[in-house]
């Protein structure tokens, strides 16, 4: 796998297994196996149940999507999100907010400047036109969109 996430922090402890309670009891977490699998450095190695749920929950609560944490984690979304369903429940609520801007609106060209690009030609222009708009008219919305 290409993507590594290095920013993860996995617990340190003396050991490099632990014994955690988990919902069906105890369980026995291998702390290395653990670490590797967040850190994107599992290379095709197999985790138990316990441990995909507890590195599952380390990726989750530093807002990795579901979908890589899956990967990650080697284990269905679905899967995961049946673990986690509070947490998938925010995520559709957060994907169906934040719609990626469509490229040829002053939206579509403040998306571009706030991750740092060169804005298209397309947002370009409808920025341009949404500035003279505002000039004229006090309002970047296009009035003469909306019939009467």
């Given at each position: 796998?290409?993507?590594?996430?290095?920013?993860?922090?996995?617990?340190?402890?003396?050991?490099?297994?632990?014994?955690?309670?988990?919902?069906?009891?105890?369980?026995?977490?291998?702390?290395?196996?653990?670490?590797?699998?967040?850190?994107?450095?599992?290379?095709?190695?197999?985790?138990?149940?316990?441990?995909?749920?507890?590195?599952?929950?380390?990726?989750?609560?530093?807002?990795?999507?579901?979908?890589?944490?899956?990967?990650?984690?080697?284990?269905?979304?679905?899967?995961?999100?049946?673990?986690?369903?509070?947490?998938?429940?925010?995520?559709?609520?957060?994907?169906?907010?934040?719609?990626?801007?469509?490229?040829?609106?002053?939206?579509?060209?403040?998306?571009?400047?706030?991750?740092?690009?060169?804005?298209?030609?397309?947002?370009?222009?409808?920025?341009?036109?949404?500035?003279?708009?505002?000039?004229l008219?006090?309002?970047h919305?296009d009035?003469?969109?909306?019939?009467?």
């Amino acid at each position: 796998m290409s993507d590594r996430i290095e920013h993860v922090r996995v617990p340190q402890t003396s050991a490099p297994t632990v014994f955690m309670a988990g919902p069906e009891g105890l369980a026995v977490i291998d702390m290395i196996a653990v670490e590797r699998a967040v850190t994107g450095h599992r290379d095709g190695a197999r985790l138990t149940e316990d441990e995909a749920r507890y590195a599952a929950s380390l990726l989750l609560a530093e807002s990795v999507p579901f979908s890589v944490a899956a990967t990650l984690v080697g284990i269905n979304a679905n899967r995961l999100r049946g673990w986690f369903p509070e947490l998938a429940a925010i995520e559709v609520r957060r994907s169906i907010k934040h719609q990626p801007a469509p490229c040829g609106t002053r939206r579509g060209y403040q998306a571009h400047k706030r991750r740092g690009e060169d804005a298209c030609i397309p947002c370009l222009t409808a920025n341009r036109l949404a500035d003279q708009r505002y000039r004229l008219t006090g309002s970047h919305s296009d009035v003469s969109a909306v019939a009467a």
